[in-house]
């Protein structure tokens, strides 16, 4: 059990008889009134997002939820095969797991699950991840790093906004959580 003030972003808890993981919570205190925290639960089963208010002293429970790194093999049809790192055991995620990773995914990279009963509950790519480009318009003679972006594809079929003087062929580091390019990777 955990008090409710203690309660952090990612962090899964048990909600009406549901696994929920904390998508977004602040601490609201209004002049003399009771303070309360305010959270956005997303459902692990169905994946909807619903609102809920709990008391700073109210206790949450907190299931055992196993974090483990894996290495993203391939996909196979609507699930993607991932391999634990230490057993070398071979599991199937299903894409509504896997969710906007998939746009990022590239074989052998490496991701961190985590699973609740044996069962894969999450799905998560590093902060950031190396890809290279694959079709962009060619390089404009002259162009330096401004603000003008051009759409360029990584290697995963992603189309990415890039600086004029990105070419094919030049692998990127692009942000998993918002999808921006960040550098030429080195």
């Not at 919570?25 to 089963?45: D, E």
């Not at 993607?80 to 299903?94: G, I, K, N, T």
């Amino acid at each position: 059990m955990l008090k409710a003030v203690d309660l952090r972003k990612g962090k899964t808890i048990v909600h009406d008889d549901e696994l929920n993981v904390v998508h977004e919570i602040s601490h609201v205190a209004k002049g003399n009134k009771r303070s309360y925290m305010q959270a956005k639960l997303k459902s692990i089963k169905n994946g909807a997002i619903k609102e809920v208010r709990f008391s700073v002293d109210d206790r949450v429970e907190v299931p055992f939820v196993e974090s483990k790194e894996f290495e993203y093999l391939y996909r196979d049809g609507d699930s993607f095969v991932v391999m634990d790192s230490e057993s070398y055991e071979q599991l199937p995620v299903p894409a509504e797991t896997v969710g906007d990773a998939s746009k990022w995914l590239k074989p052998n990279e490496k991701v961190s699950c985590q699973l609740y009963d044996g069962k894969m509950i999450s799905f998560e790519l590093p902060n950031v991840v190396d890809l290279a480009i694959t079709e962009t318009t060619p390089v404009v003679k002259g162009a330096t790093a401004t603000n003008q972006l051009k759409d360029a594809i990584v290697e995963t079929g992603t189309k990415v906004r890039v600086p004029p003087f990105i070419e094919e062929g030049t692998v990127i580091r692009v942000d998993t959580r918002t999808g921006e390019y960040l550098e030429r990777a080195k």
